[in-house]
C-alpha cells in the first residue's frame, strides 16, 4: 500500500503563485510514477504534470510554461512539489496527488481557488 499525503492550495490572485506538495509513504518501491490531476466543477479529472519512470515529465498543454514538478526521495518516502505561477482563474480545480504502482493511488485532494 501507499499513503499520499498533500499539502499545499488555497485561495490566491489571478497571476499568483501556489506550491503544491505530496509526500508519499509505504510501499513507495512499488511506485513508477507519480504526479497531479485536477478536477474542475463539471469537469472530468485531467492530468496535469507527471513524473514516469526513466525521470521523463509530462504536463498539460495548458499549463506548460506556467507550472514546474519536481521530485525527490529518501529511503522512506517520495516528495513531489508542483510549483504553480502565474496562475489564471480556469486553473481553479481540486488538485489531487497521485501514484501509479500496483494499482492508481490518490491523496485526499486540495482546494486551488484563483481569482480574476
Known amino acids: 500500500q501507499v499513503q499520499l499525503v498533500e499539502s499545499g492550495g488555497g485561495l490566491v490572485q489571478h497571476g499568483g503563485s501556489l506550491t503544491l506538495s505530496c509526500a508519499a509513504s509505504?510501499?513507495?518501491?512499488?511506485?513508477?510514477?507519480m504526479g497531479w490531476y485536477r478536477q474542475a466543477p463539471g469537469k472530468e479529472r485531467e492530468l496535469v504534470a507527471q513524473?514516469?519512470?526513466?525521470?521523463?515529465?509530462?504536463?498539460a498543454d495548458s499549463v506548460k510554461g506556467r507550472f514546474t514538478i519536481s521530485i525527490s526521495r529518501d529511503n522512506a518516502k517520495i516528495t513531489v512539489n508542483l510549483q504553480m505561477n502565474s496562475l489564471k482563474p480556469e486553473d481553479t480545480a481540486v488538485y489531487y496527488c497521485n501514484a501509479v504502482g500496483s494499482r492508481y493511488y490518490w491523496g485526499q485532494g486540495t482546494q486551488v481557488t484563483v481569482s480574476s
Open positions: 513524473f514516469s519512470s526513466g525521470s521523463s515529465t509530462n504536463y
Open positions: 509505504g510501499s513507495i518501491f512499488s511506485i513508477n510514477a
